[in-house]
């Protein structure tokens, strides 16, 4: 199995960023209580950030609730991280939380085995 480090993904990111000249910031962050902290310092207050890209973390918790996206009208967050399983909220949220997944079929709260 070939381990991908986050900064491997978010290199064409910054190069697709910079090419179309758009703001961006990074933050690297260590477990879900220091991206709690990141998150609250950039989000609380700041009605400007309406994209937030989860690289490597957020597949497990409700993304959603975690990083209160219903508090900014058209906040939303894309979240590519190969951990397992998924959150449901994530998949079945449909307005403000995008999942990439690497899968050939679609899961949703309908198609259950």
């Not at 959603?64 to 979240?79: I, K, P, S, T």
């Amino acid at each position: 199995m070939i381990h991908l480090t986050p900064a491997f993904f978010f290199l064409p990111l910054q190069s697709l960023f910079k090419t179309d000249s758009i703001n961006y910031l990074m933050r690297p962050v260590q477990g879900y209580e220091d991206l709690a902290l990141q998150a609250r310092a950039l989000l609380e207050n700041n009605d400007d950030i309406l994209s937030v890209v989860l690289i490597n973390c957020g597949a497990i918790i409700d993304v959603d609730e975690f990083l209160q996206l219903d508090a900014v009208d058209g906040r939303v967050a894309v979240v590519a991280d190969y951990h397992r399983p998924f959150h449901q909220s994530n998949v079945d949220n449909t307005s403000n939380v995008i999942v990439l997944d690497d899968r050939d079929t679609v899961v949703s709260k309908t198609a259950r085995p």
